[in-house]
């Protein structure tokens, strides 16, 4: 088997800390591994396979002979350095908004769309987190008896915006259980024993960035633009783990224990759904399992096709790093 040179830029970020673990987890058949970060952590020494690999500093000649250029930096450095890396004909899996919307850039998640990599021209994107556990769960409905409408409420954790989000939630947590002032520098509101129904920018239509990627991600995905989809999304004080309240739907009408039966079936899904003994999906779980979880399947009420279920994640594995490492297993392979 051929070996590659490989690439993470951003590597002492949560999600480039993960890419580097999950290529060793997985044995990504990596000849040299290259980490690159900003200035401030050049000189930063981080194990890959028990050897101490030392963080460089991002420049224009990093990407000389190197076969796969994984990104978690942001928007901003994969915007200079993405096409960079793809003129000395590097492969870039991207994990910023950059590039997810361009139309000739594959925005992928390997158990749903592998097909769209064979029209990549040097960069992939990752989609959203919170898109990627969505549309994972929902493939395999809409391959059986399709999908015409979705209403999606995310609950996502503190570590989608970095580890000073992280440090923040534990202080203030100390805080209000000491009845001390709460001190607040990452999100406009407290997030310790709060929610905050607000992740990224307002847009003028009263959508958030965040709700808007879910909607535009989804429907580039499944290629449907006419896909009806809506989405709230709410930062919650739990650090890791990205659960969603969901409601399909469906153009054809489908029985719960069909739905159960498809998700025993399929690869990347567990079903965590026995409501008699409490078992359903919950965040910290997804420390435990990479897979998508699944639970709390249950009809609509009013509309015969509709179903209504609890999504849950992991946002820094299967929501970041591990989906832009199995783009890059399914590519070494060809």
Known sequence: MKNFNVAVVGATGFVGRQMIKILEEREFPVKKIFLFASENSAGELIKFKDIPCEVQTLNKNSFQNIDFALFSAGTAVSKEYAPLAVKNESIVIDNSNAFR????????VPEVNPEDLDKHQGIIANPNCSTIQLVVALKPIKDEVDIKRIIVSTYQSVSGTGKKAEDELSEQSQQVLAHKKISRDVYPHQIGFNIIPHIDDFESNGYTKEEMKMVHETKKIFKDNNLNITATAARVPVFIGHSESVYIETKKFVTIHKI????????????????????????????TYDDVMIGRIRKDLAEPNGINMWIVANNLRKGAA?????????????
Do not use: F
């Not at 919307?101 to 992928?108: A, G, Q």
């Not at 591990?322 to 060809?334: D, P, S, Y």
């Open 260 to 287: 159960r039966d498809i998700y025993l079936k399929t690869q990347g899904i567990k079903l965590v759904d026995d409501i008699m003994h409490n078992k359903y999906p919950m965040a910290i779980m997804s420390e």
């Open 322 to 334: 591990l989906n832009a490492v199995q783009i890059a297993e399914i590519l070494k392979n060809r």
């Open 101 to 108: 919307m361009d139309p000739n850039v594959p925005l992928i």
